[in-house]
């Protein structure tokens, strides 16, 4: 039995429906309404739009709009962006473009904790179980010597390559006994 592979599948199954469920109830969560809209309101002290968390009417805005406190900007993504009137049409629509520019960021801050929520819990179950089977794999008892001295047959029984080029100066064993040997010299020059 390959406890290894059994566990291991058993975690991608458990990881992708993990994400399936968790992806499920983002989609049920985010589904009413628009993910990213909201309210926001640019401050030209700190040169940020700041997200409103207050149950902003939308009388209340019109109601700006009219009375000539605030420029409003509608965006397709469900965004308003509320801004002095004062700063000039000009400014208003540059700072609208910057607004729309940002929106990923924006963006990412909505889905960011819902793919923690997908990630983290497999993620601490899998390095857990390596930890684990780490730990289990350190109480095996080490082979015997008959199996120990089998394996080493079994490496001494199996062939060499017989074109090996890592042999010394990088040439295959057949050339280099093609050169001059020193014991051959010797026997060689023994007889004159």
Do not use: C
Not at 121 to 145: D, E, N, Y
Not at 176 to 182: A, I, N, T
């Amino acid at each position: 039995m390959n406890w290894s592979k059994g566990l291991w599948r058993g975690w991608l199954a458990a990881a992708l429906l993990w994400v399936a469920v968790v992806a499920a109830f983002a989609v049920a969560d985010l589904q009413g309404r628009h993910p990213f809209a909201g309210l926001y309101a640019y401050s030209d002290a700190k040169d940020a739009f700041l997200p409103q968390h207050y149950a902003a009417d939308e009388a209340v805005v019109e109601d700006g709009v009219k009375r000539g406190v605030v420029a409003r900007t509608d965006f397709p993504d469900g965004t308003t962006l509320a801004a002095p009137p004062d700063l000039g049409e000009e400014r208003v629509r540059q700072i609208a473009d910057r607004f729309w520019a940002e929106r990923w960021a924006r963006r990412a801050e909505v889905l960011w904790p819902w793919g923690l929520r997908a990630a983290v819990p497999p993620l601490l179950i899998l390095l857990s179980g390596a930890f684990a089977l780490w730990i289990v794999r350190g109480f095996r008892k080490p082979g015997t010597l008959a199996e120990t001295v089998a394996e080493e047959r079994v490496e001494e029984d199996t062939p060499k390559a017989a074109f090996n080029t890592r042999s010394a100066g990088g040439l295959p064993p057949f050339i280099r006994s093609l050169g001059p040997d020193p014991k051959r010299r010797r026997v060689l020059g023994a007889g004159r």
